[in-house]
């Protein structure tokens, strides 16, 4: 057979088929299946040819168990499809034939498919919405959204706030059911509309300096209120102003009313510190002068009472005895008197004529540590004379610009 000359039916020349055939039928595919599985269980039918035992035998298999068999194969692949799993964080809403039926949480599941439909949602995600401005992917910058910032105040003054609120999801079925546009774009409309509302009760004075705070948490009331009432299944976690001034355009002319303001403030603080501290001093100082005027009065009173009980004591003895209280009374007075005088009390008799040489730094050494001095002949001096030494003394004094204690002669 020469080489450019094809076989007999579907054989080479070399009388083997030709291995460049088209796809396997369908029906052979199936008889093969049936022929193996019918070798396996025994099932043999025999030869339709009469004559002889060396007839062969075909193994065969009926038509109802291959499109069993193809059933059961089909239902494998179908229940092997329904297994899914939900990833930690998410959760999955099952929707048989379009409704609500359940909602399962991490892990593997089963459905049946074609049936049940899930859709997972992330409820444990942290997502930032940005009000009035965009955050710039590539770094720290971001772009500014004028038609979001710009908000009218209740004194009719425009101020440009910027906010950045951060929710997620409670409710994924509230949400896949009741919302029709992505969650970011609900929260951003329902917050514009919210903040709009607050800054419209405020003035502009307060929105910009010490209102930012009680605005952000008004503004999250309010936006949780807002996609609650729409059962929207959102949950807000935090609002944040992230900036509020005036616009561009007055910037200027703001910059210098708000010095202006927080220079009177700084005076005022300064006059209410200079106030809180001049006051205590003089309110401290008035009761002083109160305290020191009531101890003197009853320093003086205890004084007076106790001079009045001395004197009803003085005259119950003296009523008692006249001469020697009154003897008593003169003593006590000139020692009282004479002590803090610098007069030396001398007895003429005692000198014997002769000239008495004091020794003054000696006598002034003596009169502070004892109420007693030795004069140079040795006789001590007392502080006071009697009444009986009186009439028969005279006495000198003799100045000596120095304070000396006075005595007299205790010989005689």
């Known amino acids: 057979?020469?080489?450019?000359?094809?076989?007999?039916?579907?054989?080479?020349?070399?009388?083997?088929?030709?291995?460049?055939?088209?796809?396997?039928?369908?029906?052979?595919?199936?008889?093969n299946i049936s022929d193996r599985v019918n070798t396996m269980l025994g099932s043999k039918k025999k030869s339709s040819g009469g004559g002889g035992g060396g007839g062969s035998s075909t193994p065969t298999l009926p038509g109802k168990f291959s499109i069993l068999l193809i059933a059961l194969i089909a239902f494998a692949v179908w229940v092997g499809s329904g297994f899914y799993t939900i990833q930690q964080g998410e959760q999955g809403v099952v929707l048989r034939l379009g409704k609500y039926t359940?909602?399962?949480?991490?892990?593997?599941?089963?459905?049946?498919?074609?049936?049940?439909?899930?859709?997972?949602?992330?409820?444990?995600?942290?997502?930032?919405?940005?009000?009035?401005?965009?955050a710039n992917g590539r770094g720290s910058g971001k772009v500014k959204q004028e038609r979001e910032a710009l908000m009218l105040t209740e004194d009719e003054n425009i101020i440009d706030?910027?906010?950045?609120?951060?929710?997620?999801?409670?409710?994924?079925?509230?949400?896949l059911f009741n919302v029709s546009e992505p969650?970011?774009?609900?929260?951003?409309?329902?917050?514009?509309?919210?903040?709009?509302?607050?800054?419209?009760?405020?003035?502009?004075?307060?929105?910009?300096?010490?209102?930012?705070?009680?605005?952000?948490?008004?503004t999250k009331a309010l936006v949780q209120e807002i996609l609650d009432r729409f059962e929207t299944g959102i949950n807000i976690k935090a609002v944040e102003a992230q900036n509020a001034q005036p616009p561009s355009q007055v910037k200027a002319a703001f910059d210098d009313a708000v010095k202006a303001r927080e220079d009177q403030v700084r005076a005022k603080n300064r006059a209410e510190a200079y106030s809180n501290d001049i006051l205590p001093r003089a309110r401290g100082g008035a009761a002083r002068v109160v305290q020191e005027a009531?101890?003197?009065?009853?320093?003086?009173?205890?004084?007076?009472?106790?001079?009045?009980?001395?004197?009803?004591?003085?005259?119950?003895?003296?009523?008692?005895?006249?001469?020697?209280?009154?003897?008593?009374?003169?003593?006590?007075?000139?020692?009282?008197?004479?002590?803090?005088?610098?007069?030396?009390m001398i007895d003429k008799d005692a000198s014997s004529g002769s000239v008495m040489y004091l020794p003054l730094d000696q006598l002034l050494k003596n009169s502070s540590s004892s109420g007693r001095i030795m004069p140079s002949s040795g006789s001590p001096l007392n502080a006071l004379p009697t009444s009986s030494d009186r009439s028969s003394r005279s006495s000198t004094s003799q100045t000596t610009g120095t304070p000396l204690r006075q005595g007299r002669n205790l010989s005689q």
Do not use: C
């Open 294 to 344: 009531e101890g003197y009065k009853a320093s003086v009173v205890s004084r007076a009472e106790g001079d009045a009980q001395r004197f009803a004591s003085i005259l119950e003895e003296y009523s008692k005895a006249p001469a020697i209280t009154r003897d008593r009374l003169y003593i006590e007075t000139m020692e009282e008197v004479l002590s803090n005088a610098s007069k030396l």
């Open 161 to 175: 706030i910027e906010f950045a609120v951060q929710y997620d999801i409670k409710d994924p079925r509230q949400l």
């Open 183 to 218: 969650a970011s774009i609900v929260v951003r409309s329902a917050t514009e509309s919210a903040v709009r509302e607050i800054v419209g009760r405020n003035s502009m004075d307060f929105a910009i300096t010490e209102g930012r705070a009680a605005i952000a948490s008004e």
């Open 1 to 31: 057979m020469p080489w450019n000359e094809p076989g007999s039916g579907d054989k080479d020349p070399w009388n083997r088929k030709d291995q460049k055939q088209g796809p396997p039928d369908l029906d052979e595919l199936v008889k």
């Open 102 to 134: 359940d909602s399962k949480d991490a892990g593997l599941h089963w459905r049946p498919r074609f049936i049940d439909e899930v859709e997972k949602v992330n409820v444990q995600n942290i997502n930032t919405v940005e009000v009035g401005y965009r």
